[in-house]
């Protein structure tokens, strides 16, 4: 299991790359290896808005289906299509392959997120 030490993680296993104030949002090597061979991406619109914790998205793989759960609150920037069009790129490369980029609220929000020590952890007891 690969764990990027510029990441933050969540107990749902996606990880967040924060530059200023966008941050990308994917979903971790942990949870792409737990999925599968993933078949389907759904992403929300540009300038849908989320609060945190709500669902914005769905990965499907051949073992099954999982909701994706923002992380902090924000407004849609991005959403990378490339993953729309070609879902084995979350397999082949989970942190180069982001799923949505957010403009972010409140930075309050990123402090109960995990470090990578943390997350490893974290994935260690779930086995």
Same mark, same amino acid.
């Given at each position: ?27 971790? &090597?942990? /949870? ?12 929300? =619109?540009?300038?849908? =808005? ?9 990965? =499907?793989?051949?073992? /099954? ?12 920037? @991005?959403?990378?299509? &490339?993953?729309? &069009? ?9 942190? &180069? ?5 957010? @403009? ?11 470090? /990578?020590?943390?997350? @490893? ?7």
């Amino acid at each position: 299991m690969s764990v990027l030490k510029n990441l933050l993680y969540t107990e749902e296993h996606e990880w967040l790359k924060v530059e200023g104030n966008k941050v990308y949002i994917g979903i971790t &090597d942990y /949870a792409q290896k737990a999925l599968g061979s993933i078949v389907y991406v759904e992403l929300p =619109e540009v300038d849908e =808005e989320f609060s945190k914790g709500e669902v914005f998205g769905v990965v =499907e793989s051949v073992k /099954a289906a999982s909701d994706i759960f923002i992380p902090v609150t924000g407004k849609i920037l @991005e959403a990378n299509e &490339d993953t729309v &069009d070609d879902p084995s790129l979350i397999n082949s490369a989970a942190y &180069d392959n982001w799923l949505i980029c957010v @403009e972010l609220q409140d930075e309050a929000e990123l402090e109960g997120l995990m470090k /990578a020590e943390e997350y @490893e952890d974290f994935c260690s007891k779930e086995e």
